[in-house]
T-cell receptor, first 114, second 115 residues
Framework: DAGVIQSPRHEVTEMGQEVTLRCKPI?????LFWYRQTMMRGLELLIY????????DSGMPEDRFSAKMPNASFSTLKIQPSEPRDSAVYFC????????????FGQGTRLTVV | AQKITQTQPGMFVQEKEAVTLDCTYD???????LFWYKQPSSGEMIFLIY??????QNATEGRYSLNFQKARKSANLVISASQLGDSAMYFC????????????FGTGTSLTVIP
């Protein structure tokens, strides 16, 4: 398996534009996580899906952020409109469900909003 | 609520020496898993080691071992014979059944190995 695949790897956009980050989890994994990492706030869990259903989205900063998982092999995180404070590295991770299974992370998307 | 605490923002260790990175956790669930991840400067998150709450023995993976003290709710990572390539951020994480098996991460410890 190629691992968790995120695209794009880097994104530079202007304030106010819509940004869509994409994630392909490992085949067979039924849990998917979106994280945001910044120097100031560390690694924050944004949203957690299990079997394509959002279980916890309490970490989503505000209504500008939305996430979908239309099927087991694809998820998106959308920011509309984007703001400079959204600049961060966004990670997608997938795993099997169960407390004893590790999460596998994608390479991350480095988002810069200017 | 689940909580992971890493109290050491930065650590230094001499090459070839051992180092312990601290992690404490808080959960009311008797069934949970503890994980350590490494994040080098290149940015990827690398899984290192896992310890289950019911495991009787401390987990080991090569030069990594987990010092699991259940009563103290601590899960410290021990790296033996440090190498320059061990310089990275290290994150402790927990996954518990009573919270739908979410992953909770600590704030991380930055380890620098000195030649």
């Amino acid at each position: 398996d190629a691992g968790v695949i995120q695209s794009p790897r880097h994104e530079v956009t202007e304030m106010g534009q819509e940004v869509t980050l994409r994630c392909k989890p490992i085949s067979g994994h039924n849990s998917l996580f979106w994280y945001r990492q910044t120097m100031m706030r560390g690694l924050e869990l944004l949203i957690y899906f299990n079997n394509n259903v959002p279980i916890d989205d309490s970490g989503m900063p505000e209504d500008r952020f939305s996430a979908k998982m239309p099927n087991a092999s694809f998820s998106t995180l959308k920011i509309q409109p984007s703001e400079p404070r959204d600049s961060a590295v966004y990670f997608c991770a997938s795993s099997l469900s169960g407390r004893n299974t590790e999460a596998f992370f994608g390479q991350g998307t480095r988002l810069t909003v200017v | 609520a689940q909580k992971i605490t890493q109290t050491q923002p930065g650590m230094f260790v001499q090459e070839k020496e051992a180092v312990t990175l601290d992690c404490t956790y808080d959960t009311s669930d008797p069934s949970y898993g503890l994980f350590w991840y490494k994040q080098p400067s290149s940015g990827e998150m690398i899984f290192l080691i896992y310890q289950g709450s019911y495991d009787q023995q401390n987990a080991t993976e090569g030069r990594y071992s987990l010092n699991f003290q259940k009563a103290r709710k601590s899960a410290n990572l021990v790296i033996s014979a440090s190498q320059l390539g061990d310089s990275a951020m290290y994150f402790c994480a927990m996954r518990a059944s009573n919270t739908g098996n979410q992953f909770y991460f600590g704030t991380g410890t930055s380890l620098t190995v000195i030649p």
